[in-house]
């Protein structure tokens, strides 16, 4: 039957007679289910998200307007292939189909006082680049300037970890048994901001060409990270390459003209107006400047110059759209390899596996070539010596005996196209775990810790050098598992004192100068702040401080103390209490927030398995974590199960709002429904 019928967790199950058709349906089912978090992700594509929310979402729009989103989604759906765009189209319409529908049950359109407006052409692949413009490595960059600039090129070192919006990702697979006829399994998790609406749907998509289940983008057409279509399957992790490149620029005017220093000279640079509208506040006035490099993100407040950013899907007017429905029709890994080389960004790390147990790892997307600086900091504009090369790097794609394991770390097929990568523990740990036979529901729940330099820390202080209540706690803390386990009291002293000992860090001499005036835009402010660089990377600047004159030993002493002197820690799920990321525009949904909060203790940590993230020295509460986890079985896929933080439904008072929460904080999934005895019609998801 077409249509739209939902399984018993509301996931809806899409039937059509051609992709048109279904990828109509897919949208409609987007507007009706996710209305306000697909509408918010086109204004904010648009750079009007202060129109409608006031005065703090100006960053936003005044780097939006900058960066040249939207121009930049509508150059790429102009140099679309035409069933592409057709099907883009398709989904568009059924969009604006469901919107006013979607956002009658949606109460933030009713808190703010808007109606929900029109999708264009173009918006599915502006809110794609939303999704990942951040997603990349150009913010750790002004980072490290303001490192060298502050501390020394030499403290840059300390903080040369995993992005912390990029990584904690996790994917493996597990071969097949010609013996048995046992396929393969892929399973994973991907890990990103913990945002409410979920990032990720659940959905199934069927047509006479294809069946798929997997994991859609509200806003997007079709599967493009984790999909499972019966013959093949296929999941990502990020590939942590470096595909985005900063340049400082010198800009001049000329009466009405605004030029820019190149190689040659001074030449003009594209420059223009545009007005933000602002809710509840004055109109703001951005310009926008597009240099040969790139349009203009960011002005350095130290040195003057204008910061620009270049991106592959800026310079080739493609954001990899051509690879959606040629993956939807994959039969075979050699089918999902070939689809993805047009893929763009972000690039990916990517494994697939059919049921003729074929296995294959493959690097996907573009990453330019050019001088290593450029992967560092930003490079003056003007030297042609930082200037990319006519062709991208080579990728790997190569099929895989054994199990295979990719977690963001520094493997082979991806050392050499990037810089920061996640520490190697997470896929050690992964790969020992499934060497053992262990289940993958139980590999993603894995919350031990590794032994690292923090850890360390402790067996180098000297019991003797410490008062009682300090020393009991040291022991307790060596003769600690480990395991970030939610109702274990020493997690959470352990979660205590490092927290006090990166708060003092942030006084240490080697490490106050960082806090000195930040010269950079509010927006990058997750990606720049001090305390926060501090917390992410505390395992390495703990490992490096020392080697820079700075002694670590009589600061951990201290927070020891500290801690010792509060009284009982309490229990870890106490400490590391969910905090999902949501505009709080409705008071009923920040009502539903703090219900969640306290329905749920959270296990693990950033650097486990199940890297649920807190920033140690500002909080413990954990805002990123997995957004999705599944067991693709290529056997049967009936066996395949799967789980998102929240709900199928991103409407409060719909009773799949957040009904997988409870599962999800547990560790438990849910399974994928193909049984269609088992899906139901409901009411308004008739097919248009």
Same mark, same amino acid.
């Given at each position: 039957?077409?249509?739209?019928?939902?399984?018993?967790?509301?996931?809806?199950?899409?039937?059509?007679?051609?992709?048109?058709?279904?990828?109509?349906?897919?949208? *409609?089912?987007?507007?009706?289910?996710?209305?306000?978090?697909?509408?918010?992700? *086109?204004?904010?594509?648009?750079?009007?998200?202060?129109?409608?929310?006031?005065?703090?979402?100006?960053?936003?729009?005044?780097?939006?307007?900058?960066?040249?989103? $939207?121009?930049?989604?509508?150059?790429?759906?102009? *140099?679309?292939?035409?069933?592409?765009?057709?099907?883009?189209?398709?989904?568009?319409?059924?969009?604006?189909?469901?919107?006013?529908?979607?956002?009658?049950?949606?109460?933030?359109?009713?808190?703010?006082?808007?109606?929900?407006?029109?999708?264009?052409?173009?918006?599915?692949? #502006?809110?794609?680049?939303?999704?990942?413009?951040?997603?990349?490595?150009?913010?750790?960059?002004?980072?490290?300037?303001?490192?060298?600039?502050?501390? #020394?090129?030499?403290?840059?070192?300390?903080?040369?970890? =995993?992005?912390?919006?990029?990584?904690?990702?996790?994917?493996?697979?597990?071969?097949?048994?010609?013996?048995?006829?046992?396929?393969?399994?892929?399973?994973?998790?991907?890990?990103?901001?913990?945002? @409410?609406?979920?990032?990720?749907?659940?959905?199934?998509?069927?047509?006479?060409?294809? $069946?798929?289940?997997?994991?859609?983008?509200?806003?997007?057409?079709?599967?493009?990270?984790?999909?499972?279509?019966?013959?093949?399957?296929?999941?990502?992790?990020?590939?942590?390459?470096? +595909?985005?490149?900063? +340049?400082?620029?010198?800009?001049?005017?000329?009466?009405?003209?605004?030029?820019?220093?190149?190689?040659?000279?001074?030449?003009?640079?594209?420059?223009?107006?545009?007005?933000?509208?602002?809710?509840?506040?004055?109109?703001?006035?951005?310009?926008?400047? =597009? !240099?040969?490099?790139?349009?203009?993100?960011?002005?350095?407040?130290?040195?003057?110059?204008?910061?620009?950013?270049?991106?592959?899907?800026?310079?080739?007017?493609?954001?990899?759209?051509?690879?959606?429905?040629?993956?939807?029709?994959?039969?075979?890994?050699?089918?999902?390899?070939?689809?993805?080389?047009?893929?763009?960004?972000?690039?990916?790390?990517?494994?697939?596996?059919?049921?003729?147990?074929?296995?294959?790892?493959?690097?996907?997307?573009?990453?330019?070539?050019?001088? $290593?600086?450029?992967?560092?900091?930003?490079?003056?504009?003007?030297?042609?010596? +930082?200037?990319?090369?006519?062709? +991208?790097?080579?990728?790997?794609?190569? %099929?895989?005996?054994?199990?295979?394991?990719?977690?963001?770390?520094?493997?082979?097929?991806?050392?050499?196209?990037?810089?920061?990568?996640?520490?190697?523990?997470?896929?050690?740990?992964?790969?020992?775990?499934?060497?053992?036979?262990?289940?993958? $529901?139980?590999?993603?729940?894995?919350?031990?810790?590794?032994?690292?330099?923090?850890?360390?820390?402790?067996?180098?202080?000297?019991?003797?050098?410490?008062? &009682?209540?300090?020393?009991?706690?040291?022991?307790?803390?060596?003769?600690?598992?480990?395991?970030?386990?939610?109702?274990?009291?020493?997690? &959470?002293?352990?979660?205590?004192?490092?927290?006090? @000992?990166?708060?003092?860090?942030?006084?240490?001499?080697?490490?106050?100068?960082?806090?000195?005036?930040?010269?950079?835009?509010?927006?990058?402010?997750?990606? !720049?702040?001090?305390?926060?660089?501090?917390?992410?990377?505390?395992?390495?600047?703990?490992?490096?401080?020392?080697?820079?004159?700075?002694?670590?030993?009589?600061?951990?002493?201290?927070?020891?103390?500290?801690?010792?002197?509060?009284?009982?820690?309490?229990?870890?799920?106490?400490?590391?209490?969910?905090?999902?990321?949501?505009?709080?525009?409705?008071?009923?949904?920040?009502?539903?927030?703090?219900?969640?909060?306290?329905?749920?203790?959270?296990?693990?940590?950033?650097?486990?398995?199940?890297?649920?993230?807190?920033?140690? &020295?500002?909080?413990?509460?954990?805002?990123?974590?997995?957004?999705?986890?599944?067991?693709?079985?290529?056997?049967?896929?009936?066996?395949?199960?799967?789980?998102? %933080?929240?709900?199928?439904? #991103? *409407?409060?008072?719909?009773?799949?709002?957040?009904?997988?929460?409870?599962?999800?904080?547990?560790?438990?999934?849910?399974?994928?429904? !193909?049984?269609?005895?088992?899906?139901?019609?409901?009411?308004?998801?008739?097919?248009?």
């Amino acid at each position: 039957m077409n249509g739209v019928r939902r399984d018993p967790w509301g996931i809806p199950h899409l039937r059509a007679d051609t992709v048109d058709d279904l990828a109509r349906l897919q949208g *409609r089912v987007a507007a009706t289910d996710r209305a306000w978090q697909i509408e918010t992700e *086109r204004w904010r594509s648009e750079g009007r998200l202060a129109e409608h929310l006031g005065p703090g979402a100006v960053a936003w729009d005044r780097f939006a307007r900058r960066a040249r989103l $939207d121009d930049t989604a509508r150059r790429c759906h102009d *140099r679309l292939d035409a069933p592409t765009r057709r099907w883009v189209a398709a989904y568009v319409d059924g969009v604006n189909d469901g919107l006013t529908d979607g956002a009658a049950g949606a109460p933030e359109f009713a808190a703010i006082d808007r109606a929900p407006g029109r999708w264009r052409p173009w918006s599915p692949l #502006g809110v794609f680049l939303v999704q990942h413009i951040l997603f990349g490595t150009f913010p750790s960059k002004l980072w490290r300037a303001h490192v060298a600039a502050t501390s #020394g090129p030499e403290a840059v070192g300390l903080f040369a970890a =995993e992005d912390p919006g990029g990584s904690g990702s996790n994917a493996w697979a597990v071969p097949g048994d010609p013996a048995t006829g046992r396929a393969p399994v892929i399973a994973g998790d991907p890990h990103r901001m913990l945002e @409410l609406p979920g990032v990720y749907q659940q959905v199934r998509l069927a047509c006479p060409e294809f $069946d798929v289940v997997g994991l859609a983008f509200p806003g997007v057409p079709g599967l493009p990270h984790f999909g499972h279509a019966g013959e093949v399957a296929w999941a990502i992790t990020n590939a942590m390459a470096d +595909y985005q490149d900063l +340049y400082r620029e010198e800009l001049r005017r000329d009466g009405e003209r605004l030029l820019v220093r190149d190689a040659d000279g001074w030449v003009p640079a594209l420059r223009h107006v545009e007005r933000i509208d602002v809710r509840g506040g004055e109109p703001e006035s951005v310009e926008v400047v =597009e !240099t040969p490099r790139g349009p203009v993100v960011d002005h350095d407040r130290r040195t003057g110059e204008a910061i620009s950013l270049r991106t592959p899907s800026r310079v080739e007017g493609n954001l990899g759209f051509g690879a959606l429905l040629p993956l939807l029709r994959a039969r075979t890994t050699d089918d999902v390899a070939a689809a993805l080389r047009v893929w763009v960004e972000p690039v990916n790390s990517v494994l697939t596996a059919d049921r003729r147990g074929q296995v294959r790892r493959l690097v996907a997307g573009l990453v330019p070539v050019r001088d $290593d600086r450029c992967r560092r900091e930003p490079v003056p504009g003007w030297d042609p010596r +930082y200037r990319w090369r006519d062709d +991208y790097a080579p990728l790997a794609d190569a %099929p895989v005996e054994g199990p295979t394991v990719c977690a963001n770390d520094r493997r082979p097929d991806v050392a050499d196209l990037g810089t920061d990568f996640a520490p190697p523990h997470r896929a050690r740990r992964i790969a020992g775990l499934v060497a053992e036979g262990v289940e993958p $529901d139980v590999v993603h729940m894995d919350s031990r810790l590794p032994a690292t330099a923090l850890r360390g820390l402790l067996d180098r202080l000297r019991p003797d050098g410490l008062g &009682g209540p300090a020393r009991a706690l040291r022991d307790r803390l060596v003769a600690w598992d480990g395991r970030m386990r939610a109702d274990d009291a020493d997690a &959470g002293a352990y979660a205590a004192w490092r927290g006090a @000992l990166a708060r003092r860090l942030h006084e240490h001499p080697r490490l106050r100068p960082l806090f000195d005036a930040r010269p950079y835009d509010e927006l990058f402010a997750p990606w !720049t702040d001090p305390a926060a660089r501090i917390g992410y990377a505390l395992d390495r600047v703990v490992a490096g401080l020392d080697r820079l004159d700075g002694d670590v030993a009589p600061v951990a002493a201290a927070a020891l103390e500290e801690v010792a002197a509060g009284g009982p820690s309490p229990v870890w799920g106490r400490r590391h209490l969910l905090r999902p990321v949501h505009l709080g525009v409705a008071p009923e949904v920040d009502a539903a927030v703090e219900a969640m909060r306290a329905q749920v203790d959270l296990s693990g940590d950033t650097d486990c398995v199940l890297a649920t993230s807190s920033i140690p &020295g500002v909080s413990d509460e954990c805002w990123r974590g997995p957004v999705a986890r599944y067991v693709w079985d290529l056997t049967d896929r009936a066996a395949s199960r799967w789980i998102v %933080p929240f709900g199928a439904s #991103g *409407r409060l008072g719909d009773p799949h709002f957040d009904d997988q929460l409870p599962r999800w904080a547990d560790g438990r999934l849910i399974p994928v429904v !193909t049984d269609a005895r088992q899906l139901t019609p409901t009411t308004g998801d008739e097919a248009p």
